[in-house]
Each structure stands twice: as C-alpha cells, then as structure tokens.
C-alpha cells in the first residue's frame, strides 16, 4: 500500500518531511497475555484510520494542486488567445486600408473607362457625320 500511494507523490512529496519525518511509530503490547489480539485490532484500526485520513488530505491536495494548474493553464491560453485577437484585428485593418486603396484605383479606372466611351461615342458621331457629308457630296455629282 506505502508503494502504491508514494507513485502518486511529486518529487518534492518524496522530500517533504511531512510525508517522512525523521521518526516512526512502533507499538507494542505492554504483556503478553491473551489480550494481546485486542490490542493488535486496535493497533490496526489506527493504522487504517490513519491511512484513510492521509488518503483524505492527500487527495484534497492533489485536486487543488490540479485546479490551480489548470487555473495557471486557462491565464496562459487566455493570453495566448488575446495575443492572437490582436494580430487579426491589426491584419484585418491593414487589409481594410488596401481594399479602400484598390476599391480607389477601380473608381479612377470606371471614371477612365466612361470618357474613353464618351470619346469613341463621339469619334462615332464624328464618322457618321462625315460619312453623311461624303454621301450627300458624292450624289450631288
């Protein structure tokens, strides 16, 4: 059981002096006389009394060593996540600036595009006329 319970121990555990102390217990009956298994069950049940209260308080500790970790963990991960949001936010503004720049160049463009169509509407004019003139002269002859 002692072998069991110290795998579960840190490596500080297997130096505290709360789990090893520089003494140990012994019992033993005052006289050997046939009350002796009496006192052997009592020396027992103290032993798992004991055993049971350390299982108890060991286990408390683990479980809150284990919630702060997890506490450290989440503070980690929130940071992380925070550190990442602002990189998106600085990335989405730097590609909101460069669709306004390009959203720009196409209004310069369709404004290009409309007086080249507004020229050759007017070059077609133009022919048309000429057209009509050389027409008109040519018939006249």
Do not use: C
């Amino acid at each position: 059981m002692i072998v069991e319970r110290e795998q579960f121990f840190s490596e500080n555990d297997l130096k505290s002096t709360n789990y090893f102390p520089s003494y140990i217990v012994v019992r033993r009956p005052l006289n050997a006389v046939s009350e002796e298994d009496g006192e052997w069950q009592g020396f027992i049940r103290d032993l798992k009394n004991t055993i049971r209260t350390t299982a108890v308080k060991s286990k408390a500790d683990i479980i809150q060593n284990q919630n702060l970790k997890n506490q450290e963990l989440d503070k980690v991960w929130d940071e992380k996540i925070n550190i990442l949001n602002k990189k998106h936010e600085e990335s989405s503004k730097q590609i909101d600036g460069q669709v306004k720049g390009l959203d720009s160049k196409v209004d310069r463009l369709d404004n290009k595009v409309l007086k080249i169509q507004d020229d050759m509407e007017f070059i077609k004019n133009s022919l048309t006329k000429i057209l009509q003139n050389s027409k008109q002269q040519t018939s006249k002859f």
